[in-house]
């Protein structure tokens, strides 16, 4: 009977049993999808992204398919911080895997409000922060395009918990380096590259966008070369540990983000079309070590080889 | 519900741009009711089209022979449109909430607009075998050429009326008329209706329910990733009044009861 191999991986002090995390906003608030696998088996579950006040979303239509991608406008729908901690979380205690709460905030106190909710909460291993959000203090320019704001939200949010702080970069940015660089030196913990890349799609018959909101995020296998790249950068431009994301459908694909110098990666839109996606790549990591002889994932991790 | 990889009996043409596919699941046949929906990938994990297609089930048959009727309208319903017997596609389900029987008092009128017709079979298969009520069923179709299941609808034994836009087939006009008739005739007992199609014409079965003071459910489509709450994207109005914004069709629906939408913007 041969030994397993180690899977697991240090993710700024949090300790996950396997690289496999599922993305936010994919995976509803944790136990969805126990109909199809137990949660408990994967890294770790980061749970819908989370305001102060519950936010009632955009108007439909919200999402479009695209050539291997996926738009979405949802526009951060979600039942607020207050709801999830008492009617979600509970639930959430049976699931043995870390549990990450995405936040979002509408100013810099909000997130600082919501770091200091969450900090007080038992069964919450970490916090990860979307900073693709409008800022409206800033009057719609985005928390995560400029480096000093997002240096300002990440600080606010370190500062007022003792758990873990991941930040989410987008992509939408000229240099995501100088972005990753300033949330790094505020104190991140981790960093994950990358939100949803904004894109459009148009109805030629009735000429509207497909989406209510005009643009959206795309998501899926169309963003996977992208999000590769954006990987490479921010892995060479800081310490902390990178997860990966952006159109992971296999064990595959979730390999070449661990070579690219990824600690861990989050299954995202996968989980739509597939929602034992993360459980699944779970096992193929199993078998791809098992049978290439390799007894420590982290063997992997960084592993490109470019000469 | 389940995730089921099954094989197709069959995948056959039956009207223009109308598909009826069907296969065998024990499991889904036994679970579903009428109204539910499936979710339904190609067999090969294609990347493109990327997502899962929603589609009501049309009926059961035979205690395991699980049906769906569909439109070709785009790249997945061409590419489904495609497969043969022994092909292979991923179904999850069965789905979402169903419609809410009549009681055995009262009578049920279903309305269906084109392939609005695809859940309102099932209902009428279930409602036709319990015998204590004879169905209603008020089909429009735009013409002659997208009439279909016509034979089998009369197998059941519903009493059915037809509309075409042109006059090809059946009345000419559109099928709320035959449901403005219908209510005009002052009966004993209140029905209920049972709608679905496009949404104007939903609009119209809304608006008379309401005027009425009727029951009546609606079966809506909307655009989903998943089909499972997730991604949040069937987001539809919620009716002034009610305690959320926004309903899901695959979680709170797909059915509703008309009164709980709001028509102004949907």
């Known amino acids: 009977m041969a030994v397993l191999p180690d899977l697991s991986v240090d993710i700024g002090g949090l300790k996950l049993k396997n690289p496999v995390i599922t993305a936010s906003g994919t995976f509803g608030y944790g136990t969805e999808l126990t109909p199809f696998f137990d949660p408990s088996l994967l890294g770790a579950i980061i749970v819908k992204g989370l305001s102060l006040k519950p936010i009632p979303g955009n108007p439909p239509p919200r999402i479009a398919e695209t050539p291997c991608g996926l738009l979405n406008a949802i526009g951060l729908a979600n039942i607020g911080i207050q709801a999830f901690i008492e009617e979600k979380l509970p639930m959430l205690t049976k699931i043995e895997a870390p549990v990450i709460t995405n936040i979002y905030g509408h ?9 200091k909710k969450i900090e007080k909460v038992e069964g919450i291993a970490a916090i990860e922060i979307n900073i693709s959000c409008p800022n409206v203090e800033k009057g719609g320019m985005a928390f995560g395009t400029d480096p000093d704001t997002a240096a300002m939200v990440t600080g606010q949010v370190v500062s007022n918990t003792t758990k873990p702080v991941v930040v989410k970069l987008t992509p939408n940015v000229t240099d995501i380096t100088t972005i990753a660089r300033a949330v790094e030196s505020a104190g991140a913990q981790a960093i994950s590259v990358t939100n949803a890349i904004l894109g459009m799609a148009v109805d030629v018959t009735t000429r509207r966008p497909k ?9 899926g296998p169309a963003i996977k070369p992208i999000a590769l790249y954006l990987v490479h950068k921010v892995v060479a431009a800081v310490r902390i540990p990178v997860i990966g994301l952006g159109g992971i459908m296999d064990y595959r694909d979730a390999l070449e983000f661990l070579l690219v110098g990824a600690r861990a990666i989050q299954v995202g839109t996968a989980n739509f079309v597939n929602p034992k996606t993360a459980i699944e790549i779970v096992h193929g990591l199993t078998d791809f070590c098992s049978r290439e002889k390799i007894s420590n994932i982290n063997q992997i991790i960084g592993g490109l080889k470019t000469i | 519900m389940v995730e089921e990889t099954v094989a197709l009996k069959s995948n056959q043409q039956i009207g223009t741009n109308i598909w009826l596919m069907e296969f065998r699941s024990t499991l889904l046949a036994s679970h579903a009711k009428p109204g539910q929906f499936l979710m339904v990938h190609l067999g090969e994990r294609t990347k493109d089209p990327l997502l899962r297609r929603p589609f009501s089930i049309h009926g059961i048959q035979d205690g395991d022979k699980v049906m769906i009727l569909y439109n070709v309208v785009g790249a997945g319903t061409s590419l489904l449109s495609a497969l043969k017997e022994h092909d292979i596609i991923s179904v999850i389900g069965p789905l979402g909430n169903g419609f809410t029987l009549p009681r055995p008092s009262e009578k049920a009128i279903l309305v269906g607009g084109g392939t609005g017709l695809a859940p309102l079979f099932f209902l009428a298969q279930v409602l036709q075998k319990d015998q204590r009520n004879t169905v209603t069923l008020f089909l429009g179709f735009p013409t002659s050429q997208e009439v279909v299941r016509i034979q089998q609808l009369k197998d059941l034994g519903v009493n059915l009326s037809l509309t075409t836009e042109d006059g090809s087939l059946g009345i000419k006009g559109v099928v709320t008329d035959l449901l403005d008739q219908r209510l005009s005739n002052k009966g004993t007992t209140k029905p209920v209706i049972y709608a679905c199609g496009p949404p104007p014409m939903l609009k119209t079965v809304a608006q008379k329910a309401t005027t009425l003071s009727l029951r009546s459910y609606v079966s ?47």
């Open chain 1, 107 to 115: 100013t810099v106190k909000e997130y600082a409000d919501l770091a």
């Open chain 1, 211 to 219: 989406l209510a909101n005009i643009v959206g995020g795309l998501s």
């Open chain 2, 220 to 266: 809506l489509e909307g655009y989903m990733a998943c089909g499972l709450g997730i991604c949040l994207g069937c987001a539809v109005k919620a009716a002034h009044g009610e305690t959320k914004p926004y309903y899901y069709v695959c979680q709170d629906g797909p059915v509703f009861p008309s009164g709980m939408i709001d028509w102004e913007v949907l």
